[in-house]
Every structure is written in structure tokens, then in C-alpha cells.
């Protein structure tokens, strides 16, 4: 892995608060992903399962995590499962964990090897009335391929029918949700690289270069700082490409006058960061363009004060759209009849501002989180309003990543990140 190992009292800690949740004489098991083939012998680049990672810090496929907090053997009430490491793998493929290094990463003192698994697996069920499978429940989640995790599952229900089945997820939505300060630091470390990059783009974007060229200078800085990438597919949309909200092609010339949609952020020790700044292709904002882009910078810093402990979700996106429509009025894009006559499902501010404002975010880019349930502190939250208006030609979208404090205004993760207008204009002509 290219960054820095991280404190194994993160992954104990999160596993002790995992098994108190479970139920009396119980089980649970984790899997690592797949690699993912692409064809011939290419695969995709290896990303951990969240979930093992979450609450081992194995990043390493072929893992499998179990947890029998009540086991009659000691050292059977948290197990790692890794494939073994030998000197033809470490040729081939760089070596694998040892099981003292899992025991490093993890804190997991025992560790044994996958072709064991199934022997110890039989043992362990004689001895545990449920077994809790790890499904994804994401609110936004639509997955047609069938992971290792669902193979494994349909396995051990067919092998073992009579025990009873619990969900994880309902539990790790609530765990993930609330950031360990280890966590906090570590996704601190993500923005802080995002920052660098950005900065970078602001002193080299210039008339005539093409979306992918400013793509190639976040991903240089990324490398150069110990990310593996970005966080997710990156948006680099200028002119009317910033109006089509998940625009990815990135293969556009950015044309003298444009303004340029970046939603980009690094990912940093499998923790996301997601940012989305807009900026001049020339280094100047036109008069009309900088009176939306401050339009929309007084929603985000309006809304960003709503983020506060008890907040309810939908009562928060309201108030956002009093904030939106308030500032559309303001820009002549809505007059009061637009918002006298407006449909209660569908209000007159989602002609320019249709999507939601903020989602939670941690070791994936849309992390875990129930929204039916009040915010609280340490939840970290995007904020990303935005206005798009392609009569104009330019769309702008501006987000932070924040975290929710005991009380008082959010901590803002890219507080160091250029945002106001006059600054990114200082920052390109300097």
C-alpha cells in the first residue's frame, strides 16, 4: 500500500463496538472483494471491500474476517482468514500479509491460512446459534455482479440451513457513520491532498487545454502524495459539459471564457474525499458568472450552519431549498409566480438545482448512513449546492466535506481549499 500504516487501535476498537452489538451467541463474517477481470489475463486494480477494512485494515484480497465474540475458545472470538504467502507469490506478486503482520495491521493475534477455513468454519458452527451475512443495503446501491461476499453467502446457507441469519449492515450503517478522530485524520489527509492538486490546476489551466489534461494534474499530485487515485470517477466539465450532472468523458477543449465544473477528490488509505470547485478557463469571472457563483457560495455557507446534531434529513433539504430559491429569485432565473405556482413535489428551484445537497461520506464516496435517523456529531457530511443554467452556457457547483461537531457550525476538512471567487481569480494571475 502507498500510504502509511495506520494505528491497529482503530480496527480493535471498531471491532469491539461491532460485537456489542450482536446477538447472544452469535457469529459474523466479512470477505474481501474479488479482482475483477477485465479479459485475457487483465484484471481491474484491487479495491478492498470497505467492510473488512473497515474493521481489520487487511487490504488484501482472498481475506476473510470472523467474529464469535461468545466462542468457548478464546482465540477463536476474532479470526483472520488470509491466503498464504510464499516465495513463489512473493516473485510473482510482491509478498502477502505474514501472520505477524496481519497481526500488526489488524490486532488480530489469530490468524490462520484460507485452506483452513472450512475445517474451522464446521467447528465454529457447532457452536453458534446465528450467523450474520454482510449484504449491501446502501440506499443508492444497484449491483448486478455477484461478489464474493454473495457467493460466500449463498454457500454457507446451503452448508448450514438450519442456522438462523442475521444483517450486518444495519449495524455498520451506524458505526461508519460516526468518524473515529484516527479516522478524522486520516480523511483530513485526503482533503489535504485534494488541496494540493487544486492548486496546482488553479496555475495551470489556461485557454485551449482539454478536460483531460487537467485530469492528468490531479493525478500527478495524488501519486506524489501517497493516494492511489481518485476517490471516484472525476468530473472535469467545462462550458455546457458542467450542466450534465455525472459528465465523465473529460475529453472536451476548455474554451477562453468557460467556466470549468471539477468535482474531483483524492482518496487517501481508502478514506474518500470529495470536492467540487468552479473556475475560469481565462482566470476571470464575467460579472454574470461570479453573481451565480457567490449565489451559490451563500447557499453552501447558509446550509453548512444547518449540519448540526438532530438535524433531520429531509427538514434539511427543505431549508435548502428556501436558501436556493431565495438566491434564484435574487438572479432573475425565478420570479415569485414561478414559486407561487410551484408543484410541492418537484419546487420551482430544482429547474436549477435538481439534485440533493449534501451525503455522507468516509471510506466510500456515498458512505454509510440511515437517513431516517437524526445527524450527530462526527458524521461527515458533503455540502454541494449548485446552479445550472445551460441558456448561459456554465453550470456551478461548489462542495465541502464537513464534520458535524457537539455543537456549533460543522468543522470544514477543506477550509484551506480556494473557494471564493476573488481568491481563485488572484490564485490564476498571480
Not at 43 to 62: A, N
Not at 266 to 281: G, K, L, Q, W
Not at 366 to 371: A, K, P, R, S, V
Request: hydrophobic share 35%; with cysteine.
Amino acid at each position: 500500500m502507498k500510504y502509511h500504516q495506520i494505528d491497529k487501535q482503530l480496527f480493535i476498537k471498531n471491532r469491539k463496538n461491532f460485537m456489542e452489538k450482536m446477538k447472544p451467541n452469535s457469529i459474523a463474517v466479512f470477505n474481501s472483494n474479488d479482482t475483477y477481470p477485465i479479459s485475457a489475463d487483465s484484471t481491474m486494480p484491487f479495491q478492498q471491500h470497505r467492510d473488512i477494512f473497515y474493521l481489520s485494515g487487511v487490504d488484501q484480497e482472498e481475506s476473510v474476517l470472523l467474529l464469535f465474540p461468545d466462542s468457548p475458545k478464546e482465540k477463536h472470538r476474532e479470526i483472520l482468514f488470509l491466503k498464504e504467502t510464499n516465495a513463489h507469490i512473493a516473485v510473482w506478486e510482491g509478498e502477502k500479509l505474514t501472520k505477524n503482520a496481519a497481526f500488526e495491521t489488524s490486532g488480530i493475534k489469530t490468524v490462520y491460512w484460507l485452506k483452513d477455513m472450512e475445517k474451522t468454519l464446521f467447528e465454529i458452527m457447532t457452536q453458534c446459534d446465528t450467523v450474520y451475512i454482510n449484504t449491501n443495503e446502501h440506499y443508492r446501491a444497484a449491483v448486478e455482479t455477484e461478489t464474493r461476499e454473495d457467493r460466500f453467502t449463498k454457500w454457507l446457507k446451503d452448508k448450514y440451513p438450519a442456522h438462523s441469519v442475521a444483517r450486518s449492515n444495519p449495524i455498520l450503517q451506524r458505526l461508519r457513520s460516526v468518524k473515529d478522530p484516527i479516522e478524522l485524520k486520516l480523511m483530513q489527509k485526503a482533503c489535504n491532498i485534494t488541496e494540493k492538486s487544486f492548486r496546482r490546476v488553479l496555475n495551470f489551466v489556461k485557454p485551449d487545454v482539454w478536460e483531460y489534461n487537467i485530469e492528468a494534474e490531479f493525478m500527478h499530485e495524488f501519486l506524489n502524495n501517497r493516494s492511489k487515485g481518485f476517490a471516484y470517477t472525476p468530473i472535469i466539465g467545462s462550458g455546457n459539459n458542467a450542466n450534465v450532472l455525472h459528465y465523465i468523458e473529460n475529453n472536451q477543449q476548455c474554451k477562453a471564457g468557460e467556466l470549468i465544473l471539477i468535482d474531483a477528490g483524492a482518496e487517501y488509505a481508502n478514506y474518500a474525499s470529495d470536492m467540487t470547485r468552479t473556475i475560469p478557463v481565462s482566470g476571470r469571472f464575467s460579472k454574470r458568472q461570479k453573481e451565480v457563483y457567490n449565489a451559490v457560495n451563500r447557499v453552501k455557507n447558509d446550509a453548512t450552519k444547518l449540519l448540526v446534531p438532530g438535524t433531520d434529513w429531509a427538514e434539511y433539504h427543505i431549508e435548502v431549498g428556501k436558501l436556493m430559491t431565495s438566491e434564484l429569485l435574487g438572479l432573475g432565473l425565478l420570479d415569485k409566480a414561478d414559486v407561487q405556482n410551484e408543484d410541492k413535489d418537484w419546487p420551482a428551484y430544482k429547474k436549477y438545482f435538481m439534485h440533493g445537497t449534501s451525503h455522507h461520506i468516509g471510506l466510500d464516496t456515498h458512505d454509510y448512513g440511515i437517513l431516517t435517523e437524526p445527524m450527530q456529531a462526527n458524521n461527515v457530511f458533503t455540502v454541494e449546492p449548485g446552479i445550472y443554467i445551460p441558456a448561459e452556457g456554465f453550470g456551478i457547483r461548489l462542495e465541502d466535506d464537513v464534520v458535524i461537531q457537539e455543537s456549533g457550525a460543522p468543522f470544514n476538512l477543506m477550509r484551506n481549499i480556494p473557494i471564493e471567487a476573488d481568491e481563485i481569480e488572484e490564485i490564476m494571475n498571480s
